[in-house]
């Protein structure tokens, strides 16, 4: 599986950002595809996660109630709306994929960076 993430760039305080994540290859061993964040000089975390076959999906306590993941099955392409930003937000975001129920993120995209200014 290969991942393309995009959408990245200056966002304002309380403004929004839409993140996308193509995935192209062998997408039917996508089993859940996650996206994750590393602020600067920090580790990487996982933001948000869906399952690809029924949309259940996972935030961390950090953006609930301002981020939503999607995906759109026929186009392999999930999104991460964000919603009222905080500067907190800063980071490179980075798309990963999971082919089965347990174990590592396999595949990841090449990242892309968020910067939230007030």
């Known amino acids: 599986v290969q991942l393309q993430a995009s959408g990245g760039g200056l966002g304002q305080v309380g403004g929004s950002l839409r993140l996308s994540c193509v995935a192209s290859?062998?997408?039917?061993?996508?089993?859940?595809l996650g996206w994750f964040r590393q602020p600067p000089g920090k580790d990487r975390t996982a933001v948000a996660t869906i399952i690809w076959s029924d949309s259940t999906t996972y935030y961390t306590d950090s953006v609930k109630g301002r981020f939503t993941i999607s995906r759109d099955t026929a186009k392999n392409t999930a999104y991460l709306q964000m919603n009222d930003l905080k500067s907190e937000d800063t980071a490179v975001y980075y798309c990963?994929?999971?082919?089965?129920?347990?174990?590592?993120?396999?595949?990841w995209g090449q990242g892309t960076l968020v910067t939230v200014s007030s």
């Open positions: 990963a994929v999971r082919p089965g129920r347990y174990g590592p993120y396999e595949y």
């Open positions: 290859g062998r997408t039917e061993n996508i089993y859940n």
